[in-house]
């Protein structure tokens, strides 16, 4: 008996070993299960974070193409820096001549702008060669000084009075203005190179260039072989010349020296050109050479300011020392689907040249008319009203400076 109970103990121990060992298994096999689990619960986990970042990374590459930019840079421009004996004579010092008095009225105006455009009437030989006035013109160097003091930056050397003084003064004018750092010039070149050689300048963005061409010399003749001293127009030359830049800037300008002298009336022959520009992409044309005002005009999509007047004269009547200070907001788009170049706010705000006489020297002085009063020019709010109507009247596009703000 003693020995049947030994073994029923033993055996009962054996179960109770062989359940446990059951379960431990039987459990461990179930967590073993649930980590599996979990780990690709983890691993779905992150590759849905993955594909979120994936999508995140390629939503911002998509609203990158789809970004606008856009661009700006404000332009001004005034006519011709007519320099007659009276106002050289009237700017005169002991070490040579000062003429930034006579811009300083409008010089806090022009600084303002990124662009400032001016022609040079009166080629800038320099006074070792000798000044001289009308008919065969020569002014000191000191001129460009005082409109590049002033904030001008774009100069037109092209027109009637390029040849007046020879080879000489021509040589000496370029090579002034080739050493005038920031500033671009047209229409008067030391060779045929320098004539072609692209001159692309960068504001805000907005690459822009400039050609000039002339329409006469006034008989005068040009030597031979040197056709790039002063760009005469001829209408293939032009086109060859715009097609060679056209395409390396968002603005392209010409300045236009044309038209019929003091006449407020645009020509056949300016329509012609302008239109052929227009044509061939020119963005805005400034005229010069009638020494009045005439009409601002949309030729296409062509900014043409047909003549900008004087901006410095001695001339008499106040239609000739009157002139055109033109502004334009030049704007870039652009988008996904290219470059967009808009003038906006094509603005008019007119200028007199005022001088006080004085023996032997004057006193000359450019001022906006809305800063004019009818001691400094008689009637000047109802000559506002016409130069206003004669730009006007080919565009209800062009903006009026107001006369009283």
Do not use: C
């Amino acid at each position: 008996m003693r020995k049947n109970k030994k073994k029923n103990k033993i055996g009962r121990v054996f179960i109770f070993i062989s359940i446990v060992i059951f379960l431990s298994l039987f459990f461990f096999s179930i967590y073993s299960k649930n980590n599996v689990e979990k780990k690709e619960e983890n691993i779905i986990s992150d590759n849905s974070e993955s594909n979120k970042e994936t999508e995140v990374i390629e939503n911002s590459v998509e609203k990158e193409e789809d970004k606008v930019h856009e661009y700006e840079v404000s332009m001004v421009m005034v006519g011709d820096a007519l320099i007659h004996e009276s106002i050289f004579l009237s700017h005169k010092t002991e070490s040579g001549y000062d003429f930034n008095p006579m811009l300083e009225r409008i010089k806090p105006i022009v600084e303002k702008y990124d662009l400032a455009y001016y022609n040079q009437e009166t080629i800038l030989g320099g006074s070792e060669l000798g000044v001289s006035t009308y008919p065969r013109f020569n002014s000191p160097y000191e001129v460009g000084d005082a409109f590049i003091n002033a904030g001008f930056n774009i100069v037109s050397l092209a027109n009637n009075h390029s040849a007046d003084r020879g080879k000489t003064a021509i040589v000496n004018s370029v090579n002034y203005w080739n050493s005038k750092e920031g500033v671009l010039t047209a229409g008067s070149y030391l060779s045929e190179e320098e004539r072609v050689k692209d001159r692309i300048f960068t504001k805000n963005n907005i690459s822009y260039t400039m050609l000039s061409y002339t329409m006469d010399t006034n008989g005068l003749p040009i030597p031979n072989g040197e056709s790039y001293l002063i760009d005469v127009y001829e209408p293939n030359k032009v086109k060859e010349d715009i097609e060679r830049v056209r395409s390396k800037v968002d603005v392209l300008m010409v300045a236009m020296h044309w038209g019929t002298e003091y006449s407020n009336y645009v020509n056949d022959s300016q329509r012609q050109i302008a239109e052929y520009l227009s044509s061939l992409g020119v963005d805005i044309i400034i005229g010069a050479h009638p020494h009045v005002i005439q009409p601002v005009a949309y030729v296409g999509n062509t900014l043409v300011i047909y003549s900008l007047g004087n901006a410095i004269s001695s001339q008499e009547g106040p239609n000739k020392r009157s002139g055109l200070m033109m502004s334009v907001n030049i704007h870039k788009k652009v988008d996904k689907d290219g470059t967009t170049i808009t003038l906006e706010h094509p603005t008019a705000r007119p200028i007199y040249t005022y001088y006080i006489e004085g023996s032997p020297r004057h006193h000359f002085m450019i001022y906006p008319y809305d800063e004019l009063n009818d001691s400094i020019l008689n009637n000047y709010a109802g000559l506002y009203e016409e130069i206003m109507e004669i730009v006007t009247s080919e565009s209800n596009k062009i903006e009026k400076y107001p006369l009283f703000n």
